[in-house]
């Protein structure tokens, strides 16, 4: 047993030493330009890969792909050849594992980067845009917090840089200025449209009773109807901002970026659209 444990602490010590060898030839030929380029876009990448792992809650399937490289280090460390050509294999075929397993993950990450965010912008920077968007957010927080008096059930999304066109086909195209009364009335429980969503896109009543995606996740509060599940599943797809009033409580609730926020007021909700969807701070 001491011949084992003194084989695998040499091993382990000439593999340190190859592994220090190794960077210490690698610090040599450090060039200050573009290998602090390198580390930076490397370091730049892993923030945004942990940031996108956390809001998907997919970190434990990370622990788990954690311990299984653990294992196999160990199977290395101790010769356990058995076990070393199992995990082997496995490991072989992980990056085809790890697309079927985080395939909904990456195309929501891929529809986000392709969603033309640059020409929205540009697109705000025009003086009247600017104006038909903070008209749009005022007649907004108006309608809510009539809908929210009333408790009557609501769900608004409002498109930002990332297309919703396919969310906009299941409902009925409106086309119309975003006006609080017309919101009130889309909302009426007995109005034909008032289980769904409207949308609000280019400061414009695009469509209504529209269908959203649910949300995947198993974490949501189990408290939660199916209207904060549809903001959330939303948010996941997408940077569109989603407010949601409960029918039960009165509630205003806002879902961006996979996360759900509760307990807006009138006045606090307005000030949130401002700086997410104007991208402005109000005094």
Known sequence: MNVLLQFSFQRVADQFSAFMSSAAESFRNFSPLFDTLDIL???ALLYFLFRFVISRKSHTI???IGIGLLLYIVTLVFD?????????????????ALLILFQPEIRDAFEKIGSGALSSIAS????????AVHSAIEQICIAVADLSKTRTGALIAIARTTKIDDVMQTGITVNADVNSFLLRNLFFHKAPLHDGAVIIDDARIAAAGCLLPLTRRSDVDSDLGTRHRAAIGLSETSDAVVIVVSEETGIISVAN???LTRNYTPESLKTY????VLREHQD
């Open 41 to 43: 876009l490397l370091a």
């Open 62 to 64: 990370l622990i788990g």
């Open 80 to 96: 356990l050849r058995g076990t070393n050509f199992i995990l082997d294999s496995v490991i072989r075929m992980g990056g085809l």
């Open 124 to 131: 705000l920077g025009d003086r009247k845009k600017k104006e």
């Open 257 to 259: 970026d996979c996360t």
């Open 273 to 276: 659209l401002l700086q997410k």
